[in-house]
């Protein structure tokens, strides 16, 4: 079976091997108690069922595949990837585990940490937002270039990012899993925290579809309610409209009537509008 890639350019692509404590083998053993949790690490959340079913296998037969560590202060280390074994190992009382010691920057840390978490789909959608948001404010890095890292596209990272203009009842739904990604960009329609948080009871208290949730943004926002009877559209023009959003990666709305008609294409941040554009022009 061919060996799975990473997403973005992976572990080895971003880091050197370090120099020190690493065997011919590139694993070496080192004590767990001098391992420190990666300050950058993302994900905050772990569910305690499998981290017991982790603890168990590893009494039964130790730490399989190594941790990655950065060197630090104090012949200290540094946890990059691996931050389930690495507290699993501590649950089951081990002394040492099997490492392989990589030196990285403290972008890097937050980079890799990510990139390990993404490609697990480990992390809840809020989580993995804040990362980004990190990436963009403290290192400067553009949407495109986040999407790069992490191997995904630059929309669906600003879609992300989007996510944290929600209000706290509306985030904190999404990381408990009450409603979906879908559902928090729907109410980002309502301005307000208390306007969102109103329209959050009622879809979770009738479990509304995501296009539920959507008309009634619309609603609470003061947009009119579309029209229950409409015209037959051309399946000619529908099938525009989809193409025009595949090859777009963003809403668009076609209009077209006898004597010409309206093309809309929406955007949601100026870096959309500047991958637009791109394509466009």
Known sequence: MPQRTGLGKGLDAL????????????????????????????????????????VASIREHGVIQPLIVAPAAGGRYTLIAGERRWQAARRAGLRTVPVVVRNASDQQLLEL???ENVQRA??????????????????????????????????AVTNTLRLLDASSAVKQALVDGKITE????????????????????????????????????????????????????????????RRLRSSLGTKVALKHGKKGG?????????EELDGILEKLL
């Open 262 to 270: 309206a093309l809309t294409i929406y955007y949601y941040s100026d």
């Open 113 to 115: 940490a990510l990139i």
């Open 122 to 155: 480990d992390l809840n959608a809020i989580e993995e937002a804040e990362a980004y948001h990190s990436l963009v404010k403290e290192f400067g890095l553009s949407h495109e270039a986040v999407a790069s890292r992490v191997g995904k596209s630059r929309v």
């Open 15 to 54: 880091i050197p091997v370090g120099s020190s404590a690493v065997s011919e083998a590139g694993v070496a053993q080192v004590a767990l108690d001098s391992i420190q949790r990666n300050p950058r690490q993302p994900r905050q959340n772990f569910k305690e069922s499998e981290l017991e079913e982790l």
């Open 182 to 241: 879908g559902h928090a960009r729907a109410l980002l329609a309502l301005n307000s925290a208390k306007a969102q948080e109103a329209a959050l009871r009622t879809v979770v208290n009738i479990d509304m579809s995501v296009r539920q949730t959507e008309a009634l943004a619309r609603k609470l926002g003061g947009q009119k309610p579309a029209s229950k009877k409409k015209p037959a559209r051309s399946p000619n023009v529908n099938d525009i409209e």
